[in-house]
């Protein structure tokens, strides 16, 4: 019994202490966790996260934050582990759903929900998603339309967005059926443009190195255009060379190595499974 009622008053106490924290500590906290998920810590930044939400349930950085490490975790896991993939990915999309119902005004929210819609997407199969297509577009287009401001040394919501679209526009089918039926279509110019300007922004990351590689081999194989073929694996190459600070980057320059030896892939290509691109353009 005593055990009992210390337990609840070293509980009411620790949540004393959230609860008055200061905006200044608050704001070292949102740092911390933001650094540990640059170090790949996902799991010790969202338990930081969390502890901000006790002290500030409004704070317009935890619930992005929170999604984009559930974003990362799902990553990590290997692509036969679908089931759990998917809940980190429902997870990412709920809770940046909450940051857009608390802040509204925040653009890194919408980047996620999209961000967690497209990664659901992909484990299910393109072919059987086609219908989020649409709002997903809408999401990552809306992001950039209200010009998001977080930005680091290694990492921006600007970059992160149009990687995204990178990603999106060569990933969905071309057809104008597609256009007709679904409301958007892929875009494979488009998909080159929107690499071309993440790798501007920040030309020392692997993920944007790697998919500027894998879409312009992408274009080439879908046009017979040996000089993109020629240029996205010098980007491959590019990708396996540079420094890799986090698991994420060591599972993408693997990727890059993979792409470079079968050039066939790149098209259906993607961290989650590699997906049946003949299969899609029948839809």
């Known amino acids: 019994m005593k055990k009992k009622i210390s337990a609840i008053i070293t509980g009411i106490f620790l949540a004393l202490i959230f609860l008055s924290l200061t905006p200044q500590e608050i704001d070292q906290m949102i740092k911390k ?45 290997p692509q036969e582990k679908e089931k759990e993939k998917l809940d980190y990915y429902i997870k990412c999309e709920q809770w940046a759903r909450k940051g857009a119902e608390k802040n509204p005004d925040v653009a890194e929210n919408y980047f996620y929900i999209a961000v967690g819609m497209s990664q659901q997407a992909l484990v299910k199969g393109i072919a059987k998603s086609l219908a989020l297509a649409d709002d997903i577009e809408k999401m990552y287009l809306k992001t950039l339309e209200m010009h998001p401001t977080y930005r680091t040394e290694t990492d921006s919501t600007e970059a992160n967005t149009h990687f995204a679209l990178c990603q999106f526009y060569r990933k969905v089918p071309e057809s104008r059926l597609m256009k007709l039926f679904f409301g958007t279509r892929g875009d494979l110019d488009k998909a080159v443009e929107h690499c071309r300007r993440a790798v501007e922004l920040f030309p020392s990351r692997i993920d944007y190195v790697k998919e500027m590689g894998v879409v312009l081999i992408c274009r080439g194989n879908r046009r017979h255009n040996q000089k993109d073929i020629e240029e996205g694996k010098k980007w491959l190459k590019k990708a396996m060379e540079l420094p890799a600070k986090t698991d994420i980057d060591r599972i993408d320059q693997r990727d890059a190595k993979k792409v470079l030896n079968d050039p066939s892939l790149a098209c259906g290509y993607s961290r989650v499974k590699q997906e049946e691109v003949t299969e899609v353009k029948k839809q």
């Open 33 to 77: 966790a933001d650094k540990l998920e640059d170090e790949g810590k996902y799991e010790e930044s969202n338990k930081i996260l969390f502890e901000v939400l006790k002290a500030d349930p409004n704070n317009e950085y935890a619930y992005w934050m929170i999604a984009r490490n559930y974003y990362n975790i799902g990553e990590l896991l």
